[in-house]
């Protein structure tokens, strides 16, 4: 939702960026054929700027509302470890926080959530060791920020979410299955999906509230009515 009322899909044939009205009509389609090698997510952020995750690419770039690139984080094919500063392995989400700092999920073969400023200058990198202790982390695949400063990781292969303050020490673990997307509402209400499952959570404060069945529940996103809309 890119908060004017309009919901983005982005979808992996060209055009790649769809727009439709909060009720479905059609608005226009943008996004030329051989942009993405494989486009995995878009993020629309406050200042309405698309971020999309290229998993096959290794990249993630910034894009103005009408399509303009306007950042690169990694290099074009060439794939990183979980140590690298400036380079992915199929990256699949970005999340980006009020003062602009970027966070990205880098999980298909890495094990990490890597902190970006707003300029793209590495800051830290979050997880970074395969496994299923606490703090490490398992096929990240979602990223999201809570008021709080914490973030919230899609701990996938572990089924669970993983929680870890701003600085990237790591808190507590949510045991809700997170094979899809994660999205955070204004009162903190966290929609947590999984596509092998075929359920959205509905959480505070980490207790469960409620569990809706949507069949191959992949990404989300929350529009200024706090209505949420589920690929």
């Known amino acids: 939702a890119d908060g004017k009322g309009n919901v983005m899909v982005l979808v992996r044939t ?3 960026f769809r727009v439709f009205s909060r009720d479905g ?3 226009k389609a943008f996004g030329d054929e051989g942009l993405f090698e494989s486009a995995h997510s878009v993020t629309i952020d406050a200042q309405g700027f698309l971020w999309v995750t290229d998993s096959a690419a290794h990249l ?12 690169t984080l990694g290099k074009k094919g060439i ?43 590495f800051t830290r990198i979050i997880g970074g060791v395969k496994g299923s202790a606490p703090g ?34 790591f808190v507590e673990t949510w045991p809700y299955p997170s094979r899809g997307g994660i999205a955070v509402a204004s009162d903190d209400t966290v929609y947590v999906s999984d596509v092998n499952v075929g359920i959205v959570n509905i959480v505070k404060n980490g207790k469960l509230i409620e569990s809706v069945s949507a069949d191959r529940a992949h990404a989300m996103g929350i529009d200024t009515h706090d209505s949420i809309f589920v690929s």
């Open 14 to 16: 060209a055009p790649y």
């Open 25 to 27: 009509k059609f608005v």
């Open 60 to 71: 993630v770039q910034k894009f103005s509302p009408d399509g303009r690139l306007l950042m």
């Open 79 to 121: 794939a990183g470890d979980n140590t690298s500063r400036d380079l992915f392995n199929q990256p699949n989400h970005v999340a980006v926080a009020p003062n602009g700092d970027i966070y990205v999920s880098d999980g298909y073969v890495n094990s990490r959530v890597v902190h970006f400023s707003s300029k793209g200058e």
């Open 136 to 169: 490490q982390l398992q096929l990240p695949h979602g990223v999201a920020l809570h008021s709080r400063g914490r973030i919230l990781i899609n701990d996938s292969d572990n089924k669970r979410v993983s929680i870890f303050n701003k600085d990237g020490t």
